[in-house]
């Protein structure tokens, strides 16, 4: 083999080889990509993720300031699935019902409004139209998942947003309380998120 065939068919060999690791490596990092957008959901006694996101009446919320200075009941609702959801509805009003007994144990409530980023203001605006919201209740808006992925709640079916979900988290920012469900219904009584926070 001459040196000019040679060198051609060693280039040859090195560019093939550097294609190979190029796709194995995409490979790699798509995977990890995908991993770290369906997190797995935290379970009682791990730390919560911490999180930024914009509250709906201004200003952003940072979990782990919140629970700087006490504990957090993070609810994820619905959202905006194409409609508001009837049971959201449902639940939130029971926990403005009992918000000052949340406050009594100097605790704040967190609820997630997840949906496509389109208009999702103005459907959260929407959503809390005629409620009065407690200073220690507020909403936070979660355009296009980025927090339901963080916490591995993503509902991937037609017209689902989020397993609607509630977690107690306290001051030090541990899940001491967590409720996952995997249906419209079932979900976490606020008697038993008050009881997590020793709240009788």
């Known amino acids: 083999m001459s040196n000019s065939s040679f060198q051609r068919d060693h280039n040859h060999r090195s560019s ?3 294609g ?19 997190a797995a959901t935290p379970r009682v006694g791990e730390r919560a993720p911490d999180f930024s996101a914009d509250a709906l009446e201004g200003g952003k919320i940072k979990l782990s300031q919140v629970t700087k200075s006490g504990p957090a009941a993070l609810i994820f609702l619905r ?16 926990l403005l019902r009992n918000a000052s007994k949340f406050a009594t144990a100097k605790a704040q409530i967190i609820l ?32 296009d998942y980025k927090v339901v992925n963080q916490y591995g709640l993503r509902w991937e079916a037609q017209n689902e947003t ?3 979900s509630s977690f107690v988290i306290d001051k030090g920012g541990k899940v001491v309380y967590a409720k996952i ?5 079932d979900r976490a009584k606020t008697g038993d998120l008050l009881a997590a926070l020793n709240v009788k």
């Open 16 to 18: 093939y080889k550097s």
């Open 20 to 38: 190979i690791l190029g796709i194995l490596l995409s490979g790699i990092f798509l995977s990890l990509l995908a991993l770290a957008a369906f």
């Open 79 to 94: 959202g905006y699935p194409g409609y508001q959801c009837p049971l959201c509805t449902m639940q939130v009003a029971e």
């Open 112 to 143: 997630v409004y997840p949906g496509p980023a389109d208009n999702l203001k103005a459907h959260a605006q929407e959503f809390v139209t005629g409620k009065s919201l407690p200073k220690n209740v507020r909403l936070v808006l979660d355009p």
């Open 162 to 164: 989020a397993y609607p």
């Open 181 to 185: 469900s995997k249906e419209h219904g």
